[in-house]
């Protein structure tokens, strides 16, 4: 069992910027691969950006590249999602799992909301 605990949205204008934190119990955190997701209203949710387990490689969707930075602090067991930049069609919902292609829990967290909005 996993324990995701998303944190850092809010209300920003377009060109503004915002830090997401993915605060994750699990004891192998270290090792896994993490990911950003995100849902917006009446859409499926989708991959935003991904890590590997030591921060070596990462991913991103091409609407986010070039604007948003995942990171993690293994000591800390936290996935970061920096986003800079960011656009109306960037407001959603926004959520982290494990996993590097698809998300490996069915059991997401509450997520946070980011809205951007003049």
């Known amino acids: 069992q996993v324990h995701l605990v998303e944190s850092g949205g809010g209300l920003v204008q377009p060109g503004g910027s915002l830090r997401l934190s993915c605060a994750a119990s699990i004891f192998t955190f270290s090792s896994e691969s993490m990911s950003w997701y995100r849902q917006a209203p009446g859409k499926e949710r989708d991959l935003v950006a991904a890590?590997?387990?030591?921060?070596?490689?990462?991913k991103y969707a091409d609407s986010v590249k070039g604007r948003f930075t995942i990171s993690r602090d293994n000591a800390k067991n936290t996935v970061y999602l920096q986003m800079n930049s960011l656009k109306p069609e960037d407001t959603a919902v926004y959520y982290c799992?494990?996993?590097?292609?698809?998300?490996?829990?069915?059991?997401w967290g509450q997520g946070t909301q980011v809205t951007v909005s003049s």
């Open positions: 890590i590997t387990s030591h921060g070596g490689s990462t």
């Open positions: 799992n494990v996993g590097w292609a698809s998300p490996r829990y069915d059991d």
